[in-house]
């Protein structure tokens, strides 16, 4: 596992230390991805005569950066989030910019609403990444350590994921 990536997730984790918290950010995180994604998917361009989504454009490279932090929950993150930004994709072809604009902003804002109840209710404080932006991007690969970890797969993030010592 990366060095960093330890260090991201141990830090996060100091912010999510409530069970109910985590369960909420589970549910919450891949309607925001999806969302993102919807209104990502509306913009093409044009790439050796296809056109491309600016969503995809940018998925590409972020899921190279989860697989070098670390190979094993960046593939799993890969496995959820692929299948959502290709649903994204389709809702974005296929619905009226009305229906698409709304279920975008459905699913963001209910994803939003289950993270601030988490934090509010469960954490009893502010979202990590008010003090360091870089959380946003941690936190997809926090739910998917999280859920293999209690699925006996990667006991060796089990440390950092309780807040302790990268």
Known sequence: MN???RRQLTLYSTFHGNAGNCLLHGVGIPPIF????V??????????????????????????LWLVLDA??????????VP???????VARTGSITLTLSLAA???????????VGHSVFEGRRPGFVDDVSLLFIGPMFVVA????A???????????EGGHP
């Open 34 to 37: 999806f969302a993102v994604m």
């Open 151 to 161: 699925l006996g797969f990667r006991p060796d993030l089990a440390p950092s994921l």
């Open 72 to 81: 094993g929950v960046g593939g799993a993150l890969l496995a959820v989030f």
């Open 84 to 90: 959502l930004a290709a649903a994204a994709e389709w």
């Open 39 to 64: 209104v990502l998917a509306l913009r093409l361009v044009p790439i050796a005569g296809a056109g491309i989504s600016i969503g995809t454009l940018l998925l590409i490279p972020a899921m190279l």
């Open 106 to 116: 459905t699913a963001f804002a209910a994803g939003w609403l289950c993270l601030l």
């Open 3 to 5: 060095a960093y990536f």
């Open 146 to 149: 999280k859920g293999l970890v």
